[in-house]
């Protein structure tokens, strides 16, 4: 039957020890490279995996190092302008106690340039009240007059002495 097929068994098996002698062959030469190649590519991509990985790591701890950086320096940045401001204020209090000081002193020289003028003028006063009071007395002796004289005197005198001007 198998001949009545046209099925020749010595072809069938000679095809079959060509099939395992190719398989044999390109086992032996194409696949254990094929293989090589396959397994080199993998460790390759696990490689630049890993490599990535710590790459990715190492760019994760050097940005937390620089926002830590940034924030130390924005801190500093508030501390200067805090002290900067504390001794701004301390600036502006020293300039207000000494002015506050500066306008005392002068307060207090002018109150005793006040004073001082005041004893000057109030002894001049008295000079001149006691030269009034002499020149009256002088007007008074010298004339001998009636109480109406003496009164009309006496106007005469508080008339002048209204005129007169104090010198300061």
Known sequence: MVEALGINFTE???AIVNFLILVTVLAKFLYKPFIEMLENRKQSIQDSFDHAADTNRRADE???EYNKRISNVEQEGREIVKNAKIKAEAQASDIIN???AKA???KLH?????ERQ???ALAE??????AMALLAAEKILEKDLELEGQEHLIDN????VGAAKWQN
Not at 110 to 114: C, I, L, M, S, T
Not at 125 to 130: L, R, T
Request: net charge negative; aromatic share 4%; charged share 35%.
């Open 12 to 14: 069938i098996i000679f």
């Open 98 to 100: 000494e002015a506050n």
């Open 110 to 114: 002018a109150e005793n340039e006040v």
């Open 62 to 64: 050097k940005m937390d």
């Open 157 to 160: 005198i508080i008339e002048q």
């Open 104 to 106: 005392a002193e002068i």
């Open 118 to 120: 005041k004893a000057k």
């Open 125 to 130: 006063m008295k000079a001149q009240v006691a």
